[in-house]
Structure formats: C-alpha cells, structure tokens
C-alpha cells in the first residue's frame, strides 16, 4: 500500500527528477515528515492543489499550465516532492541548524507554500514565533493551514512586495534569526540582508548561495559589515536545493 498521497497523472508529469514516489519503500529517516499528507501537500508541484499563482513564471514544457494561468509552485527551495535525495539532505541541514542555534524570534522572506514555517513547528516545538513575508497572496493559504494543522498560531503572514517595501518596514518584534529566501538578485538580496544588519538580527541564513550574483551579494555584504561568514551548507547536485551560508552578527 502506498505510503504517499496519490496525485493526478498532470500533476506527476512535473516530477522529473528523483522524486519521493520512486524512493517511497527506501524512506527510513525522517518518516514523520516524509508520510506526513500536510507536508507533502505542501511540498507537491501544486501545494494544497492550487493551480494558480499571479506572480510564477514558468514554461509550457513544464505541463503545469491550466487555462491562462501558471500552477503555484510554491516549494520553493525548501523540499520538494520531485527530489528525495536533496529533499532529505535538506531536512537533516535544517534539523541540524534549528537544533543548534535554537531560535525564538525568527524572519522568513520568502514564503512560499510554508514549509519552513512547518520545520519550524517540528524541530522547534512551540518554542519560537516567525514571521513570514511573501508577495504571492497564495502563501497566506499554506500558513494559515500550518498553523492550523499545529494548533497554534505561530507564524505570521504579512504580504508584501519586499522588493519595493522591506527598506522602511516597520516591525515592532525583534528577530534574533532570519532566513533570507525571497528574490536571488543583487538588489533585493542586498535589501534583506540590509534589514537584517539594520535590526541587528543575530544569525542569517542565506539560501542558494550557489547562485553567482547570490553568492557576491553575500560577500560584499559581508566586507561592508559587521557579519561573519560561520558555516556553508552544500547540497548534492550543483542545481539542486539546499546550500546555505550562515552569517553571525559581531558582538
């Protein structure tokens, strides 16, 4: 009997990798995450099987087109149904880095389907609060179904452009830990990490460094300010998911 959520034959066709489903009789660690249908609902090409998102951009040969609009992939980077071997890399990087570092005020930019949010909840238990921001309107769905599943109310949503906004956001909470995984170019990546210096925000984590104007955004910011360059985080594949760059605020 299979252990995961079936999905139509349309959805599968955007699986092109090594997906969950062709290691499902190989998965031992992290199981509850893994079998959880939450989860995978969020992790699936369409998350919670919404086929719609304003602000994706993809191409035809994907086959996730549906009428006039583009399917809401909203993974992200984070895990992602159609990569098992990286999707678990990245849940044993993310357990090692919560359990390490043990946040309680955390910033997310970058939303997408919610699935850090959900990690959060797991490695952390209810000892933290976060705050997401996000411009796709779709994310606010996955959050509120988070926060649900957990019964609680942990993370919150804010929708925004972050591109044109994070620059004069005022935010009364104060953020000891931030994971920066919105835009991947130099403008909008020197902005958060401009916020994050501005807050005195403690620990940075910094997704798909791997990226060559992610990765010298990273490093002029770090030559211009008071950070440091602690760990890298590689993923297994050179376009796969999870490189990280953890940066620590001196004194």
């Known amino acids: 009997m299979s252990k995961l959520k079936t999905i139509s034959d349309l959805e599968r066709k955007c699986l092109v990798g090594e ?6 009789d190989n998965i031992t660690e992290y199981q509850d995450i893994f079998f959880d249908e939450l989860l995978f609902d969020l992790a699936r090409p369409w998350p919670l099987e919404i086929k719609e998102c304003i ?24 895990l992602s149904v159609e990569d098992y071997p990286n999707s678990l890399n990245v849940l044993k990087t993310w357990d090692t880095i919560l359990t390490k570092y043990k946040p309680k005020s955390i ?14 909840y797991k490695f952390l ?8 921001i996000d411009i796709e309107p779709n994310s606010k769905t996955c ?21 044109r906004r994070i620059t004069n956001w005022e ?25 994050c210096d501005k807050r005195k925000v403690s620990i ?30 590689n993923g297994i594949t050179d376009d796969s998911i999870g490189y990280l760059k953890i940066l620590k605020r001196n004194g």
């Open 19 to 24: 997906s969950w489903y062709d290691n499902e």
């Open 204 to 233: 940075i984590v910094c997704d798909d460094w791997i990226l060559d104007e992610v990765n010298d955004t990273i490093n002029v910011f770090l030559e211009n300010s008071n950070y440091t360059l602690i760990e890298t985080y």
């Open 55 to 78: 602000f994706f951009r993809g191409t035809p040969d994907e086959g996730e087109q549906d009428g006039n609009r583009w399917a809401f992939r909203g993974h992200g980077g984070t």
């Open 125 to 132: 238990g209810n000892d933290f609060k976060l705050t997401t």
């Open 107 to 120: 910033l997310e930019t970058g939303t997408n389907s919610g699935i850090f949010g959900f990690l959060c």
């Open 143 to 163: 959050v509120d179904e988070v926060n649900k599943y957990f019964d609680n109310n942990l993370i919150t949503f804010y929708e925004m452009d972050i591109k």
């Open 171 to 195: 935010v009364e909470e104060e953020y000891d830990f931030a994971f920066i995984d919105s835009g991947h170019d130099e403008e909008i990546l020197t902005k958060e990490l401009n916020f």
